[in-house]
């Protein structure tokens, strides 16, 4: 099979959903309304061109003067006047009709500036999509655009052309322009609540492979656009059959007690579930695993989405953990989302990147919960989401722990509530409130560990200030108090203890 | 004209520094008429021209179009055409086939000038000062304001 002269476009993000770049030659619709990114990914699209693949370019505007876009492009870092100067780029202010006719010109002006500086991209900024049927027998006919695109063929440009239009019609509805056109891309600004999200989706790669469904997309201030790949897309089965976890190596888990409770640990690649109402100690075993990692030189990321950094290190300094010397080793990283208004693809990325580059060896994502209320607990985004991590750790054989929130005060009647991922997962530690007199006491459960035969038996745990939480052991000699072990009780997770041929001391 | 650039060198200095500082300027000011002087001009449609060129340095129109942008007509845009073009400002490539002809401004000819001209002309008084020195200059040469040139000028088209 001939090898396929591609052409990158460099825009972060987008050669990547389109499974390597642009094929030479072609001509391509960004369509989108008013404000949705088509002028910038334009202009990035010949920057990146002329500055890291040496291929000069050339922009035709018909609204935007030519000032106005090099004004706008200095705030992205893209210098247009001094690649300008290099001969590396011609930025050509014209009419749409003139347009037409000179592109179809033999000898065309607009061709021949192209020629000029040997122009291998151009961008045609602001053609006005016509539907169909509205009595235009002119210049914007699709018999124009075909026209149009002969005419660019011939000069094996490859195009970019930005196309407008209007907000009550939306990309989506077909023209007879996407069917002339090689590839087709559709920028949209989505309502999400009352926050607003870009979004990205080639709808049509003549030729080609590519990513289907809408991705994300930022434009940021001193780079440019950046396209993040929604979580959801399908991976390459390669490297799903690679996340298969290794069922000889243990990772400990930091608290005193659990590892016996698990012969050892948990399984390296493995997830974990550990779920709790709020103040069951989720966040301490999160803590104490990261801590314990450092201990033994290994790497470890906390993601939190809960509690901002600085309050993470106050908490872990509550309980005798002082996580900045291992940071400042390099050795854990305390990465810090904010909630509000995640954009899920973006942020997926950046945990990819970091995961890739960091190479943890143990990661803790604090909480499941979080994520649930920025995507929704119902839809398929949050499962999506889910697995999209978990394949992403056990790929990269990094041991996580994922907290996630009970509501539930005493007991639990489901594991996730209407989250359902639980099946997603090898491992699930409850922790919960257990009532015994007028006490309550902080309960353990391995409800479940893939591959491992495991303590089944429900432990009391506490936790101390300055030393952390530790699993007690099952036989504990009644303290001043008469406080009986859990073992004389039944009942206790299903919310209503019993102790053994008495009912509960109440 | 712009093309002699011993003329304004020694003055340049100081329509940098002022224009860059300029909240409002009269028709007699030094200043526009340093600026008026260093770009050649002689009519409103002679700065307009320049200014829209300033913004579009490569445009490709027809007379029409052009016209049309800069709110003259064909006689007087023509006019000023030949004007920028006689004093190597612009450069323009026709193309029998369109009637679209190819307009380059030769910004290296006249960038010592241009922006401390585009900078007072960016606000409408700056700019109706200078169209103001212009016109009372034709009033004091005998022609009047807005008077098209009848010269015919070369490679414009009416």
């Known amino acids: 099979m001939p090898e396929r002269d591609l052409v990158k476009t460099g825009i972060a993000g987008v050669d990547d959903i389109l499974a390597g770049g642009l094929l030479r030659g072609s001509v391509v619709l960004v369509e989108g309304t008013a404000g949705t990114g088509k002028t910038t990914m334009g202009i990035e699209f010949i920057y990146r061109g002329a500055t890291e693949f040496s291929e000069p370019g050339l922009i035709v505007l018909f609204e935007v003067s030519p000032d106005k876009l090099v004004r706008d492009a200095a705030l992205f870092g893209w210098d ?40 291998r991209r151009i961008f045609v900024d602001g053609l006005v999509r016509r539907p169909p049927g509205n009595g235009d027998t002119g210049r914007n006919t699709p018999e124009a655009f075909h026209l149009l695109a002969e005419g660019l063929q011939r000069e094996r440009l490859t195009a970019m052309i930005g196309v407008e239009v209007a907000a009550s019609e939306g990309p989506g509805a077909s023209l007879p322009e996407e069917f002339i056109a090689d590839t087709v891309i559709h920028l949209r600004v989505e309502a999400m609540e009352r926050a607003a999200q870009r979004s990205i989706e080639i709808v049509k790669a003549r030729g080609q492979d590519y990513r289907m469904g809408r991705h994300s997309f930022s434009i940021v201030d001193g780079r440019g656009i950046e396209v993040y790949r929604r979580v959801q897309a399908p991976r390459e089965l390669a490297r799903e059959e690679a996340a298969a976890y290794d069922t000889s190596t243990r990772v400990t888990t930091g608290v005193p007690g659990l590892d016996e409770m698990m012969n050892g640990g948990y399984f390296l690649g493995s997830t974990t579930l550990v779920v709790g ?14 801590a314990e990692g450092a201990r033994r030189g290994e790497r470890s990321i906390m993601l939190t989405l809960d509690e901002p950094r600085a309050q993470v290190l106050r908490n872990a300094a509550t309980i005798g953990i002082d996580l900045n010397p291992s940071i400042d080793k390099g050795l854990v990283r305390l990465v810090y989302d904010r909630p509000q208004e995640i954009e899920i693809d973006r942020h997926f990325l950046q945990l990819e990147k970091m995961v890739k580059e960091f190479r943890p060896r143990r990661a803790v994502i604090d909480s499941l919960s979080t994520y649930g209320s920025s995507l929704g607990p119902t839809g398929r985004s949050f499962r999506d989401f889910f697995h999209a991590v978990v394949a992403l750790m056990k790929e990269h054989q990094v041991t996580t722990l994922y907290n996630h929130e009970n509501p539930e005060l005493l007991g639990m009647s489901s594991v996730m509530g209407p989250f359902g991922v639980s099946s997603l997962v090898d491992n699930v530690i409850l922790l919960n409130w257990v009532e015994l007199a007028d006490t309550f006491r902080q309960a353990l459960t391995i409800a479940k560990m893939r591959a491992n035969a495991f303590d089944r038996a429900t432990r009391e745990c506490e936790i101390v200030n300055g030393q952390g939480m530790r699993v007690l052991p099952r036989q504990i000699p009644p303290d001043a108090t008469r406080r009986l072990a859990f073992w004389e009780y039944f009942s206790l997770v299903a919310r209503s203890p019993e102790r053994h041929g008495h009912r509960a001391a109440g | 004209m712009a093309s002699a650039p011993g003329f304004f060198s020694l003055s340049l200095l100081n329509i940098a520094e002022r224009s860059s500082g300029i909240q409002k300027i009269h028709p007699t000011d030094p200043l526009a008429v340093q600026l008026v002087d260093a770009a050649g001009l002689r009519h409103a449609c002679d700065l307009d021209l320049l200014l829209f060129f300033s913004r579009h340095p490569r445009v490709v129109l027809s007379s029409e179009q052009l016209a049309a942008y ?38 290296d000819h006249a960038e010592e000038w241009l922006e401390p001209l585009r900078r007072v002309c960016a606000t409408p008084d700056g700019r109706n000062a200078l169209r103001t020195l212009l016109r009372e200059r034709r009033s004091q040469m005998g022609t009047p304001a807005g008077d098209p040139s009848h010269r015919r000028l070369s490679g414009a088209r009416p």
């Open chain 1, 80 to 119: 247009l006047p001094e690649l300008e100067r290099q001969g590396r780029l011609k930025i050509v202010f014209t009419t749409r009709q003139v347009f037409q006719q000179e592109v179809q010109q033999a000898d065309s002006l607009l061709l021949d500036e192209a020629a000029a500086i040997g122009a």
């Open chain 1, 277 to 290: 109402i709020t103040g069951s100690g989720k966040s301490v075993m999160a803590l104490q695993y990261i």
């Open chain 2, 70 to 107: 800069v709110g003259y007509d064909l006689v007087e845009v023509a006019r000023a055409l030949d004007l920028l073009l006689g004093a190597g400002l612009l450069k323009r490539t026709l193309n029998h086939g369109t009637p679209g002809r190819m307009y380059v401004l030769e910004v």
